[in-house]
């Protein structure tokens, strides 16, 4: 099975590209190796001049810190090539499927859930989807993400989302359809949708939600001059919508290049030390709002490889947390998403 066309008009944008000579500059050992973690937030895929499948994600989540566990997110990868339009995100599940069932009995139990994508612009009639993602995939579809992510000033960078689309009464019938379906639901947006974030959520008080990528602060183009001006909107909103108990908080996706980190431009691959010290303010704004019941730390690789390592970024978050009580820190790095997906593990 081939990877959905990359030629299409809305496959996603490129991630910063990989490069394993500058990560490679940078040797740190692994702090805390034996602290369990659950890796909540990754992708797979075979692209073009991309490769993330076996090979690449065991050795990253092999490479020292105890990674018990993954859960994978959709990443329109590995679609069906024929058949009906509407049901061809089923591809994705059924490929992880036999990409878990593919593992090295020894592995770690990557791909231990999985978010799925579902069109819910659809509306009602979205439920055989979401179906056909519970047959192919029994027992490993946990949730759903559909892209929602809008800018004025980036999204033509993002693709050709609308404006307003959180709100869309047709887009909330197809949401409507994940709680009887006991599905959580993965939602990307921007510090500037957050408000609508916080309606959707409000509107929905029994169906999980969990905000990707630590609330989407941006950083880049005309955001790169207001960093202080977004941070404050940015906190703001967050404590808001941390009031609302249906929502947990995925604290990563640092390396993003909209998040303008900048961590690519360093001559080697940042230390822990050097990730630390520049997310710091977002990850103890996160956990204040959500808790640590609410929050769990996320790779985002391969996306985030192409600007930090991920034996650096897990000990920053470690470096991060230092001062947290020993529970604190086992929900942060495990509990929380093993509870949130429904994981089952024993930890």
Known sequence: MQDFDPTA???????????????ARTDEAALEPDLPIVDPHHHLWNRPH????????LADVTAGHNVVATVFVQCRSHYRQSGPEHLKFVGETEFVRDFVAALPADSPKVCAGMVAHANMMQGAAVAEVLDAHLEAGPGLVKGIRDMTTYDPEISASFGSIPP???LDATWREGFAQLAP???SYDLYAFHTQLTEALDLARAFPDQPIVLNHIGGPLGIKGYASRRDQVFAEWSAAMREIGK?????IKVGGVGMHNLGFGFEHLPAGPTGE??????GPYVETCIEAFGPDRAMFESNFPVDKGAVGYVPLWNAFKRLTANHT???????FAGTADRVYRLGLDL
């Open 9 to 23: 008009k809305d496959f996603p944008p490129p991630a910063l590209p990989v490069r394993e000579d500058w990560l």
């Open 50 to 57: 991309e490769r993330y499948l076996t090979d690449e994600i």
């Open 164 to 166: 307003g689309r959180l």
């Open 181 to 183: 379906r006991g599905l």
């Open 244 to 248: 609302c108990p249906n929502v947990s």
């Open 274 to 279: 050097q990730i630390a010290n520049a997310i």
């Open 326 to 332: 020993a529970a604190e820190r086992a929900a942060l």
